[in-house]
């Protein structure tokens, strides 16, 4: 698969990697053989970078994690996020010791001295200007708690926020064809700074996998169902905020668009080729959506032509609902 440098941390990942929401809880139920099957096939299949946070299954995803690599000689690059443990979710919970406890917690669900990557997992908007976490975090970076430390944001000014901060070495954020706004100015602001980028959401809660029409159902423990609305966390996370049914009949379009390839594939290859993205990060629920994603990395390139008919896509059927609010 092919690599790119992460930011400054000095590691080389693969362009798409495993996102582990889905093996933790808020999808559904992955028992532990299927996530320690799931990981298997991903890190199999090339996959060098697995995206986690500690509220994952309160820490079951990264549990998983460390049972999984336990039996393996190679080791992935982990990245882990924190701050969801905040209670109340209010900006003042973002103390050094807070910082630290939460830390401590997902070295011991890992297993290791030292994290690969800690990213503060969507605060409130106010912490990404607050110096005293940043002070929290590269004094944490001076005793090898972590090695490196980058954010996870809802939007694009948070995400520039968090550039001016010179120990920001990645940034996470929701990226697909159905969210296009970070291409605007986050990634060439990132780039620049020489701050990696993490895409996540990158087939807009499945939307994009086109599998799924007006009358799919979603369990009561998917935010696919308990989320539409926002309910239980920021709504854009649930089908990139975009109303399902737009959704649905969009996806129908990218599909034709896309062929006799795979609608996922493509999602994913898209979001490869875009300038200045380090590694994106699909879920997966099965050996074989783990496996059909990274092998998304070796599709050939879209076309001009495919580019500008999404681009029209998303300026006719998409863009109203999504550009300004994130």
Known sequence: METRPLGRTGADVGVVGLGTWQLGGDWGDVDEATAGDVLDAALDAGVTLLDTADVYGDGRSEERIRKALAARSDRPFVATKAGRRADPFEAAQYTPENLR???????????????????????PTAVYSDQRVYDALDAMVADGAIAAYGVSVETVAEGLTALEHPGVQTIQVILNVFRRKPLEELLPAAAAAGVGILARVPLASGLLSGKYDESTTFGADDHRNYNRQGEAFDVGETFAGVPYEVGVAAAREFTAICGDRSPAQVALRWVVQQPGVTCVIPGARSVEQARSNAAA?????????ELADLERLYDERIRQHVHDRW
């Open 297 to 305: 990395a070796d599709l050939p390139a879209l076309t001009d032509a």
């Open 101 to 123: 406890a939460w830390v401590d917690r997902s070295r011991r669900n890992l297993g290791v001295e030292t994290l690969d990557l800690v990213q503060l997992h969507c605060p």
